[in-house]
């Protein structure tokens, strides 16, 4: 099916381990970005990509690093993971038609920082 | 202050009743986009406005460009309905497709 898949969709990490949050699409969306919801606060954006082998830093990129080496995917790597990375991430892509923006979201992975 | 801020935070309604969500914001903007967010967490585009009113079944989206607000109405509200909705801006001062997202509204709707 046509969208963007997250995985995983949980995860519990120790302080100082790292991981890979995975983001594909399929769509061919050049846009494709990374936030984190946390309670009380809106979705904030960490990093995003406006086309392969382009990122650049969102609002709160500290902590994570992302790379862009095809359209279709977009991995969000924790460097060394701290308990206030607890968050529920979201990746997104977008299309951009004749002024018009389209987003598509991932379900989300819901992290646990111990 | 938030660029985006949506009201009121929390809203309960019973079944049937008529609601209204409200989304002002500071900047100046190429869109604002309505999303609803359901309990599983997964994330789903309503409507994208630039000018005017839209419709889709029993919701309705307006947005008045020169008071910097906009609104979402549910019409006859349903248990199903409830959700978190989100207003997000596409903001004309940054680039390309970055969104700037209120907090989100908690909608709960009892039989």
């Known amino acids: 099916n046509a969208g963007v898949t997250q995985t995983p969709k949980f995860q519990v990490l120790k302080t100082g381990q790292s991981m890979t949050l995975q983001c594909a699409q399929d769509?061919?969306?050049?846009?494709m970005s990374w936030y984190r919801q946390d309670p009380g606060m809106g979705l904030r954006l960490i990093h995003y990509?406006?086309?392969?082998?382009?990122?650049d830093q969102g609002e709160v990129p500290n902590g994570y690093n992302v790379s862009r080496s095809t359209t279709e995917d977009f991995p969000l790597r924790l460097l060394s993971a701290a308990p206030s990375q607890t968050s529920v991430y979201f990746c997104a892509s977008s299309y951009s038609t004749r002024g018009r923006v389209g987003y598509t979201f991932g379900s989300g992975t819901r992290l646990t920082v111990v | 202050k938030n660029e985006v801020e949506q009201s009121p935070q929390n809203l309960t309604a019973q079944e049937g009743e008529f609601i209204t969500i409200n989304c002002s914001y500071s900047?100046?903007?190429?869109?604002l986009h309505w999303l609803q967010q359901h309990p599983g967490g997964g994330i789903v585009s309503l409507f994208m406005l630039s000018s005017g009113k839209k419709k889709h079944g029993r919701l309705i989206a307006t947005i008045n460009i020169q008071e910097k607000h906009s609104s979402l109405h549910i019409t006859a509200s349903h248990p199903r309905d409830s959700a978190v909705y989100i207003c997000a801006v596409r903001s004309k001062e940054t680039s390309g497709s970055r969104l700037t997202f209120g907090e989100g509204t908690q909608l709960t709707v009892n039989p």
């Open positions: 900047v100046g903007i190429s869109a």
């Open positions: 990509s406006v086309g392969a082998g382009i990122t």
């Open positions: 769509m061919n969306h050049e846009y």
